[in-house]
């Protein structure tokens, strides 16, 4: 894999997937121990997160690494 052919948008995208996975996990863990959610409804919360976060990350990181 060559990564200097990767675009800007391609790197924008694949920083966004980690972090909000990473976001998505953390929110995971908070629910299920901290705020004692059953582990279906902390599952659904993370990836409600990580699916609200992922375009607004995107479109950020798109424009940061397009300069």
């Given at each position: 894999?060559?990564?200097n052919s990767w675009q800007p948008e391609d790197i924008a995208r694949r920083f966004a997937i980690m972090f909000v996975?990473?976001?998505g996990t953390f929110a995971v863990l908070a629910a299920w121990l901290v705020y004692e959610q059953a582990i279906w409804a902390a599952l659904l919360m993370g990836v409600a997160l990580a699916a609200v976060l992922y375009w607004p990350f995107y479109l950020i990181l798109r424009q940061v690494f397009r300069r």
């Open positions: 894999m060559d990564f996975i990473s976001l």
